[in-house]
């Protein structure tokens, strides 16, 4: 049974990603800050944003990977795929594989959509 709650997650970032980061890392150095997100631990995203945007949520992005990786990503298996990624409890006793490379696929073609 995999559950975020009882192993460490492995994520693979998006080289996109990767060169975002990079490039807030010079104005968060010159701030003082060393994280993207400070220190706000796993709520961080959450709290990010609503200090930009009171009122918004990511759950409302989070719905939309799962849709569109079952409905658009073309890859075999992405139901389960996006609950792995997701970090969702897979209610199977013999699941002991984390499906690093299979969700690396997934997230890449989910970053290639969401950059077009």
């Not at 492995?10 to 980061?21: D, F, L, Q, T």
């Not at 945007?53 to 939309?64: A, D, E, F």
């Not at 298996?77 to 299979?102: K, N, Q, W």
Request: aromatic share 10%; proline share 3%.
């Amino acid at each position: 049974m995999y559950r975020a709650a009882d192993c460490k997650l492995r994520s693979e970032v998006s080289p996109w990603a990767i060169a975002v980061s990079d490039g807030l890392r010079g104005p968060l150095a010159e701030r003082g800050e060393g994280l993207l997100f400070g220190a706000m631990g796993g709520q961080a995203m959450l709290l990010q944003l609503k200090s930009k945007r009171p009122g918004y949520t990511v759950h409302g992005l989070r719905s939309t990977f799962r849709d569109w990786a079952t409905d658009h990503s073309g890859i075999n298996g992405a139901e389960t795929l996006a609950e792995y990624a997701l970090a969702h409890r897979i209610d199977d006793a013999y699941a002991r594989s984390d499906m690093f490379d299979r969700r690396r696929a997934l997230m890449q073609a989910w970053a290639d959509f969401a950059t077009a």
